[in-house]
Structures are given as C-alpha cells and as structure tokens.
C-alpha cells in the first residue's frame, strides 16, 4: 500500500505561479508512473498530467499544455507540478496518485489517492 500526501497549494492571482509536491511512502516508488489529477467543485476529477518511470515520458490535458510541468524526483520519492501562467479556471482540488505500472497513462489506471491540496486562482 502507498501512502501520498500532496502539499504546496494555496491562493494566487492569475498569471502567477505554484509548484505542488506529492510526497510518497510505503511502495517503491520509482517503479511506477504518477500522475496529478484535479476536481473543482461541481465537476468531475479530471486528469492533469502523467509521467512514466523514468521521468522521460510525460502527458498532459490540451488545457494545461505549455503551462504545467511534471516531474519526479526518486531520491526524495516526490512528485511536482510546476503550474505558471495560472488561470481562474485551474481553481480545483490537485490530487497525485500512483499509476498501476511502469507507464500507465490512463486515468482509470491510477489510484491511492492523496487527501488533495487546493489551489484557488483569483482573477
């Protein structure tokens, strides 16, 4: 079982920038993708980004793209998200979970979700 704890939300006006951190233990964590998810209050949680094993091999949602950056850093067993240019439409809880295998990229393939972190972009 793996255990993630998101952190480094918080509230920052549009253009701005914050970079949220997804600190896991109790799996090897360099074994698996990860991947960060959102849910915003009425809709359904939607996939943000992916990344494989390695690092080498990412995804992201068409409204994310040129503006967030996932990336991971084994030694520390920790995901980010660089999120810049924020929008008030990125307002939403950010979730990091782990993907079933090395290079999962399909939202139903993720899980062991995180308590969240909340982002909130004024405008």
């Known amino acids: 079982q793996v255990q993630l704890v998101e952190s480094g939300g918080g509230l920052v006006q549009a253009g701005g920038s914050l970079r949220l951190s997804c600190a896991a233990s109790g799996r090897t964590f360099s074994l698996y993708a990860m991947g960060w998810f959102r849910q915003a209050p009425g809709k359904e949680r939607e996939f943000v980004a992916t990344i494989n094993w390695t690092g080498r091999r990412t995804t992201y949602a068409d409204s994310v793209k040129g503006r967030f950056t996932i990336s991971r850093d084994d030694a520390k067993n920790t995901l980010y998200l660089q999120m810049n240019s924020l929008k008030p439409e990125d307002t939403a809880v950010y979730y990091c979970?782990?993907?079933?295998?090395?290079?999962?990229?399909?939202?139903?393939?993720?899980?062991?979700w995180g308590q969240g972190t909340q982002v909130t972009v004024s405008s």
């Open positions: 979970a782990v993907g079933s295998g090395r290079s999962s990229t399909s939202p139903g393939d993720f899980g062991s």
